[in-house]
């Protein structure tokens, strides 16, 4: 296990490594100098070539990304170039309410849609499995900003029951905080929620056409038990897996649901730094959910041997 | 006696035969025809959209800004007094552009990678790990990223969205090739002379079409909620131009003033993507039975 553990590390550096290249490159190809915006108006030729040398910039492309790498180990993310802050206290500042809203996401998005997939497949071919397709291609069909606008319609501004838009910490108290998280939490979810529930079905599906599960039946179980304790079990995995891949739809969603609810995380500081050119500050957040993607991965790997004792490392 | 049967099914088959073909396949995939029927619409939408009663999208109108839907006015008029109908209508245009031709660039190079990865251990090594690292940055992010190096347009924007889309395909068709290439039909065609390039062309292409086409169509539909999606946020097709996600950008600050001018394209662009959805679900079905098993 141990050994397997350190294997799987050590395949995520290349994985890593070509993130670092890309990102750095965006920088690299980005347009523009920032010696030129350092010097100011009224700076000479001179000055600008001594800025490049200062800054490393006539470094060539490779010494420029070891030296980026390895501030980057070290947690150095560069400086904006529009508020002049470190990139890690920008994104630090930024953590809390997207880090809120993608594991509530996350949370909801699974406690719903495991069922919806199980009771699919246990009732495979009636109104209700239909239901729950139907509910995955609508899932599929309607970004999340549309949903978005459609809930805010109707539970914000003609019910009144949620608020429009905004976040509340968790140090305001729980209930608000909850409160200002309902809405973003399941316009981001429906995609995630679909693909889930997909998976679930399917993978359902093929556990429940299994010898031992007619078996189960034959002995007297009852359905509940066969569903939960036999099939879901051994459907584990592919959901699992699923549940890790679908964080990229989540990280997507995040930035534009931000966005529409003008919640102050690090979806709404990528699109502030999109329409100014804020180049450090995308690399940053392009590195961060790229790396929290691999490392979600890398756990949903791990968690196989806890979900099916059969697979051994 | 013995008649009865024969004349039975004879006349089961004169009467399955007596209807439409076109009537049976609707029978038979109503969610498929429902899909195929709202995408023709939506192309023959885009097609004629200056003769379907539009004005100049981009006719500004400041008397009459913020109008709610009426008869001069369909879906109402923006906060600038443009037509929110003729602008949709026009929409339409950029939304199918971006999901065919990303569905088309991205499947092309995808196609050419997978095959060359399939075939070259010394290229798959290397160019499999750079697709893994590709495919650790989140779609949207990564063309997020690609479309802060460049001037907003709507090439470039298909560009940032196929790039992103790439190394599904890739994995997609490598692990096609690979498959096939251990088959017996294949070592069969070797072993009797058959060329590399004939192989490749004869047996291997024909084989990742099926797949492709699948793939292809839900990549045509990611991609458009991709473009709305960065149009949104300011990073996709330049604001001159009226596409779904931005008409739905312009109207965010007063949608509690004026829902429409946001849920009329919010609408389309739904719409259009279930039609997109339900016809690569039924083309999966249709194709490849494996695969629907594995969704």
Redesign the interface.
């Known amino acids: 296990m141990l050994a397997y553990i350190v294997r799987r590390l050590v395949a995520t550096i290349?994985?890593?490594?070509?993130?670092a290249?890309?990102?750095f490159s965006?920088l690299y190809?980005?347009?523009g100098d920032p010696a030129a915006v350092i010097a100011g108006d009224l700076a000479t030729a001179d000055d600008i070539a001594r800025i490049h040398h200062q800054l490393g910039l006539d470094e060539p492309f490779l010494v420029r990304f070891g030296t980026w790498a390895w501030s980057v180990v070290h947690g150095d993310l560069g400086i904006s170039i529009f508020t002049n802050l470190p990139v890690t206290k920008l994104i630090a500042q930024r953590l809390e309410p997207t880090a809120a809203l993608t594991v509530s996401t996350l949370i909801l998005s699974v406690l719903l849609a495991v069922p919806m997939g199980v009771i699919a497949s246990w009732r495979v071919g009636t109104w209700v499995d239909r239901a729950v397709m139907g509910f995955a291609?609508?899932g599929?069909?309607?970004?999340p900003?549309?949903l978005a606008?459609?809930l805010?319609?109707v539970f914000a501004?003609y019910f009144d029951w949620f608020p429009?838009q905004g976040y509340a910490s968790i140090a305001d108290g729980l209930v608000p905080f909850l409160r200002h998280l309902v809405l973003p939490s399941t316009a981001l979810g429906l995609i995630y929620a679909a693909l889930i529930a997909?998976?679930t079905r399917?993978s359902m599906?093929?556990v429940l056409s299994q010898d031992y599960i007619r078996t189960a039946h034959a002995k007297g179980l009852a359905s509940r038990e066969v569903l939960v304790s036999h099939a879901l079990k051994n459907a584990a995995v592919p959901i699992a897996t699923i549940v890790g891949i679908g964080?990229?739809?989540l990280?997507?969603?995040v930035?534009?649901t931000e966005?529409?609810f003008a919640i102050p995380g690090i979806g709404r500081l990528?699109?502030d730094a999109?329409?100014r050119?804020d180049?450090p500050i995308?690399q940053g957040?392009?590195l961060l959910?790229?790396a929290a993607?691999?490392i979600v991965?890398l756990l949903v790997d791990l968690s196989y041997t806890l979900l099916d004792p059969r697979v051994r490392y | 006696m013995t008649d009865a049967p024969i004349e039975l099914e004879a006349s089961l088959i004169a009467r399955r035969q007596s209807r439409h073909p076109l009537l049976e396949a609707v029978r038979r995939h109503p969610?498929v025809a429902l899909g195929s029927v709202i995408l023709l619409a939506m192309v023959l939408i885009a097609f004629l959209a200056p003769f379907l009663g539009t004005v100049d999208p981009q006719a500004l109108s400041p008397i009459r800004r913020l109008r709610f839907p009426q008869a001069a006015n369909w879906f109402g008029t923006d906060m600038l007094g443009r037509d929110v109908y003729s602008r949709v209508i026009f929409g339409s245009r950029i939304s199918l552009e971006v999901g065919l031709s990303v569905a088309l660039l991205s499947t092309a190079i995808g196609l050419a990678i997978g095959l060359v990865t399939g075939f070259s251990r010394i290229a798959d090594g290397s160019v499999m790990?750079?697709m893994?690292?590709?495919m650790?940055?989140?779609?949207?992010?990564?063309a997020?990223?690609l479309?802060?190096?460049t001037r907003a347009s709507v090439g470039n924007v298909i560009l940032a969205i196929a790039v992103s889309e790439v190394p599904r395909v890739t994995r997609l068709v490598r692990g096609v090739v690979l498959t096939l290439r251990e088959q017996p039909f294949v070592e069969a065609a070797t072993a009797a002379g058959t060329g590399f390039f004939r192989t490749l062309w004869r047996h291997i292409l024909p084989n990742t079409v099926a797949p492709i086409l699948v793939q292809g169509t839900f990549i045509c539909?990611s991609a458009m909620?991709?473009e709305?999606?960065l149009s949104?946020?300011?990073?996709g097709t330049p604001p001159n131009i009226p596409s779904w996600g931005n008409i739905?950008a312009e109207g965010?600050s007063l949608?509690?003033v004026a829902?429409y001018v946001?849920?009329f394209p919010?609408a389309f662009?739904?719409?259009t993507?279930?039609a997109v959805?339900?016809v690569g679900?039924g083309l999966r079905d249709a194709l490849d039975p494996r695969l629907q098993?594995?969704?």
């Open positions: 290349p994985v890593m490594g070509v993130v290249i890309f990102v965006l190809l980005a347009p291609v609508l599929f069909s309607v970004p900003f549309v606008y459609v805010i319609l501004v429009v997909r998976i399917t599906l093929e964080v990229a739809l990280i997507g969603g930035i534009v966005t529409v990528t699109v999109i329409l050119r180049y995308i957040v392009v959910f790229s993607y691999v991965n | 969610t790990r750079v893994d690292g590709l650790s940055i989140p779609p949207v992010l990564l997020i990223a479309m802060a190096l539909a909620i991709t709305a999606t949104f946020i300011g990073a739905m965010r949608f509690q829902p946001v849920l919010a662009l739904s719409v993507v279930l959805n339900l679900d098993r594995r969704m």
